[in-house]
């Protein structure tokens, strides 16, 4: 954003301080966690291609589509970040938010008027240029269009006034064109809130409220679309973003070339090529054996926390350094680690799974062993959804509640978990059979052992368990089709503050087949503390504003919440992820932040001389 004495605005972009969604999918706590990384293609041989000053990587997990108000995933969204521009931006993946696309803002005294200047001359990848009316169209279809998954981060989370109608079934619905959404001229647009909103603008920053040109796609009234829907989504995506999409071949390779009229920063480079892989050992042939990448590859079992070599920490707390020098090519890459504002997560769609079962399950697991046993890269134990730096009271806090988690610390309690499955009436007579749901670059890494040790110790609590692998966008539709049983998750920060993770805990917001963000279906039904965990949350909403009281009652709401989840077991917190980016000396990038590397463009990172591995 620009410098200003405004005080409302800078309190505005503040928020609380300390503290959509992304599903993280494929090991990003095993190994490299930079899944912004982008990869060169290869040859028929395996060869990498001579593209000098072209970004080369690889991406572990399929993307499953390139529509901002559609996808849900990591791997989608670090794709979506490099072909659209929204009016904000996090720069680099910090929590700082600066314009983008707007030029500047004001916000009124009250906190419920943002009107957005943006810039003049900013153009689309097919050459239109953006105006305020495209962000007035995108919005509606973020709110309106079938194929949104995110309607309620618009009309819920930042509260865009709108008006509701009653359906047939009795369910509120959206009245079309009704948001407080107004072009005020052709480089003005003009949001109303319901309530202040104390990230609005890093809310606003998420790829899911990225402009497209008006009348693109005809999936909301109005428009008839001067595109096919599959074609935008997967072949041909219109965005103001620094690339354009070249080649898209789901489980091999993503290409995007650099545009020439970009309204940003001078781009660095000429484009980013992906490999796409699935599981760890062929990334980590392709990446560090072969070399065929701009930074290697190091899976979970392979790291070595000796080899790291730390020259310092910077502004912004990341430790720095090299790791190396390695196997099997004897290089040293650039290493920094960052905390990332994540929460990986075992989770449980609560209408195939009943209680006692879940809570088993919490008493057998050992976050202590599969954080220091299983998963040999660094990571902090998760007791909480919360992220430490946003839990209320910050990590001294987390860490102090953390002491009361009710299925044990630092141990498997077999014993508990037997019993609790004996006294609902399983028994060696009457097991329950358990799939186990996660994708398979999770499994490849470290996912199948963390699974092998689970299996084992609910053998002896009357558990089946059944491990079930897919690639990364088959494994996300079997959740949203509701057939998970078990399933491994992760959640990373779509804006900093605690309600962004907690709203996958409201219970109206736990069926995804409805319009949700999560795959619980969590209701009364399924659980004794859905409606305390739903009352808290509409506590939270209530108190959504900038002044200290509002943050007072939301983070006590914030507690409940997480308690509400410990008393119901739906999800069973693992790991707060702690970033890692390796790189090859040639490469010349901006460290990523706390938002972690998909919430990082590409353009500013730049090739130097590959030298005998061109």
Not at 34 to 47: A, C, L, Q, R, V
Not at 101 to 109: K, P, Q
Request: proline share 4%.
């Amino acid at each position: 954003m620009t410098d200003t004495d405004n005080l409302s605005r800078r309190r505005f972009l503040q928020g609380t301080g300390a503290a959509a969604t992304a599903a993280a999918l494929a090991g990003c706590a095993g190994g490299d966690g930079d899944s912004s990384e982008t990869t060169s293609g290869t040859d028929e041989n395996g060869g990498s291609q001579n593209d000098e000053d072209r970004y080369r990587g690889r991406q572990i997990g399929t993307a499953d589509s390139l529509d901002p108000v559609y996808a849900t995933d990591t791997t989608s969204g670090t794709h979506i970040q490099e072909i659209f521009d929204g009016l904000t931006n996090y720069v680099n993946g910090t929590v700082n938010v600066e314009t983008l696309l707007a030029e500047d803002y004001t916000v009124s005294e009250d906190g419920t008027t943002i009107t957005f200047q943006l810039k003049e001359g900013a153009t689309y990848n097919n050459g239109d240029e953006v105006t305020a009316s495209d962000v007035v169209y995108a919005w509606e279809r973020l709110a309106a269009s079938d194929n949104s998954n995110r309607v309620g981060f618009l009309l819920d989370t930042l509260g865009v006034e709108h008006e509701t109608e009653t359906d047939d079934e009795g369910n509120e619905q959206y009245v079309p064109e009704s948001k407080a959404v107004e072009a005020t001229g052709e480089y003005e647009v003009e949001i109303t809130l319901q309530e202040p909103f104390y990230a609005a603008l890093e809310l606003i920053a998420y790829t899911a409220f990225v402009p497209i040109p008006e009348g693109l796609l005809g999936d909301i009234d109005g428009y008839e679309g001067e595109m096919d829907y599959d074609t935008f989504a997967a072949e041909e995506p219109v965005g103001a973003g620094p690339y354009v999409l070249t080649e898209w071949s789901e489980a091999t390779r993503i290409s995007l070339d650099a545009r020439d009229d970009y309204h940003g920063e001078e781009i660095l480079n000429e484009g980013l090529d992906y490999s796409v892989f699935t599981e760890s050992n062929a990334a980590y042939t392709y990446a560090t054996s072969n070399v065929n990448a701009d930074s290697p590859y190091i899976p979970s079992a392979r790291f070595d926390p000796e080899l790291r070599n730390f020259e310092g920490t910077d502004d912004r707390g990341r430790q720095y350094g090299t790791y190396g020098p390695f196997e099997p090519n004897g290089m040293t890459a650039q290493y920094y680690e960052v905390a990332s504002l994540s929460t990986f997560y075992y989770g449980f769609d609560t209408q195939n799974v009943p209680k006692p079962v879940r809570q088993a399950v919490a008493y057998a697991m050992n976050q202590e062993t599969i954080n220091n046993d299983i998963i040999s890269t660094p990571t902090q134990e998760g007791y909480h959804f919360t992220p430490p730096a946003l839990f209320p009271g910050g990590a001294e806090n987390y860490n102090s509640r953390a002491e009361e988690y009710p299925y044990g610390v630092g141990e498997a309690r077999i014993d508990q978990a037997r019993q609790v499955m004996e006294d609902a009436g399983y028994g060696p007579n009457n097991q329950y059979e358990l799939g186990f749901d996660m994708s398979s670059g999770t499994a490849s890494a470290w996912g199948e052992d963390a699974f092998n040790l689970l299996r084992d110790k609910l053998q002896q609590a009357h558990i089946e368990m059944e491990l079930r692998t897919a690639d990364g966008s088959t494994f996300i539709n079997r959740g949203r089709n509701g057939k998970f049983g078990l399933y491994f998750l992760g959640w990373i920060a779509d804006y900093p503050g605690a309600d962004n993770f907690l709203t996958l805990l409201n219970p109206p917001n736990t069926f995804f087949q409805e319009g949700g963000a999560s795959y619980f279906r969590w209701s009364e039904e399924t659980g004794d503390h859905a409606s305390d965990a739903e009352a808290a949350w509409e506590t939270v909403q209530n108190n959504l504003g900038l002044g200290e009281d509002a943050a007072e009652a939301r983070e006590e709401a914030y507690v409940q919440i997480e308690q509400a989840n410990w008393d119901d077991a739906v999800l069973l917190p693992v790991m707060h992820n702690i970033e890692q980016s390796y790189s090859y000396e040639w490469l010349d990038t901006p460290r990523f932040g706390a938002m972690g590397p998909s919430r990082k463009k590409s353009h500013r990172t730049e090739i130097g001389d590959r030298g005998e591995y061109q």
